[in-house]
Nanobody, 128 residues
């Protein structure tokens, strides 16, 4: 069992940017699925973005399309979520989740990472 470690959260004003990082120590798979989720107080957990590291398609929630970009770093166990043009409604705890599932199953559908390995999260606060 591995646990991703997220970092890069913080407080910014609306319109600002943050880059979240996710490192997965000891993850030995060359290719895997990664998803970024967020949870705001009183709101349902939301899948924000995801990708399969084999080079498959990336996918994004409608609420972040054109503003957020998910990518993999040079190290195969490092992932990023670049967040631009941040809005107050982007506020929440952001979690990185990884799982060794097939590219076809790494599609953002409900529950696609329910059995994945979750990090502890990093807080993002956007003020107006």
């Amino acid at each position: 069992q591995v646990q991703p470690v997220e970092s890069g959260g913080g407080s910014v004003q609306a319109g600002g940017s943050l880059r979240l990082s996710c490192v997965v120590p000891g993850y030995t798979y060359d290719y895997y699925c990664v998803g970024w989720f967020r949870q705001a107080p009183g709101k349902k957990r939301e899948g924000v973005a995801g990708m399969h590291t084999s080079g498959g398609m990336t996918f994004y929630a409608d609420s972040v399309k054109g503003r957020f970009t998910v990518s993999q770093g040079n190290a195969k166990n490092t992932l990023y979520l670049q967040m631009n043009s941040l809005k107050p409604e982007d506020t929440g705890a952001y979690f990185c989740v990884v799982d060794n599932i097939a590219p076809g199953d790494c599609n953002g559908a409900d529950g696609y990472l329910d059995f994945g390995n979750w990090g502890q999260g990093t807080q993002v606060t956007v003020s107006s």
